[in-house]
């Protein structure tokens, strides 16, 4: 990268800065889904956001995402849906959901083999970002 020049790999790397503060993983806070947009000046060009979808940026990964019209919902970052859902009952909220989407439980799975099995869970995570990459590199095709 060029001094000064400021990409969406540079803002992934600030939103995982644990040292800094911006990343928190611990004392009962963990920061939510992070995301980055890119916005081109030229108003012909798609805006490209990124999103984590999963909590602690520094083990997720950016999954690059454009809204176009007639656009349906990926299942896997739905949340679930209940018929007695506790939320819509009156007293509300007197029992809970697991209100967890398909990706969300996958990525918690995952942080729990990394936590477990380091060496596994860091080839996990390179492949990972090896996928984050392969966006970034997607993005930077369309935009040119």
Same mark, same amino acid.
């Given at each position: 990268?060029?001094?000064?020049?400021i990409t969406a790999?540079?803002?992934?790397?600030i939103l995982r800065?644990?040292? #800094?503060?911006?990343?928190?993983?611990?004392?009962?806070?963990? =920061?939510?889904?992070?995301?980055?947009?890119?916005?081109?000046?030229?108003? =012909? @060009?798609?805006?490209?956001?990124?999103?984590?979808?999963?909590?602690?940026?520094?083990? #997720?990964?950016?999954?690059?995402?454009?809204?176009?019209?007639?656009?349906?919902?990926?299942?896997?970052?739905?949340?679930?849906?209940?018929?007695?859902?506790?939320?819509?009952?009156?007293?509300?909220?007197?029992?809970?959901?697991?209100?967890?989407?398909?990706?969300?439980?996958?990525?918690?799975?995952? /942080?729990? /083999?990394?936590?477990?099995?380091?060496?596994?869970?860091?080839? /996990?995570?390179?492949? @990972?970002?090896? /996928?984050?990459?392969?966006? @970034?590199?997607?993005?930077?095709?369309?935009?040119?």
């Amino acid at each position: 990268h060029l001094p000064g020049h400021i990409t969406a790999e540079t803002l992934m790397g600030i939103l995982r800065d644990k040292a #800094s503060g911006i990343c928190v993983d611990s004392e009962g806070f963990r =920061t939510a889904g992070s995301m980055v947009s890119v916005l081109p000046r030229d108003p =012909t @060009l798609p805006c490209v956001h990124f999103f984590t979808a999963t909590p602690d940026p520094s083990r #997720s990964v950016f999954k690059p995402f454009i809204f176009v019209a007639g656009l349906k919902p990926v299942p896997q970052v739905k949340s679930p849906t209940f018929r007695d859902d506790p939320a819509k009952q009156i007293p509300r909220f007197q029992s809970t959901v697991d209100r967890r989407h398909e990706l969300y439980r996958r990525h918690q799975a995952a /942080l729990e /083999l990394m936590e477990r099995d380091q060496e596994r869970g860091q080839k /996990l995570l390179q492949m @990972l970002r090896g /996928l984050e990459k392969q966006g @970034l590199e997607g993005m930077d095709a369309l935009l040119r």
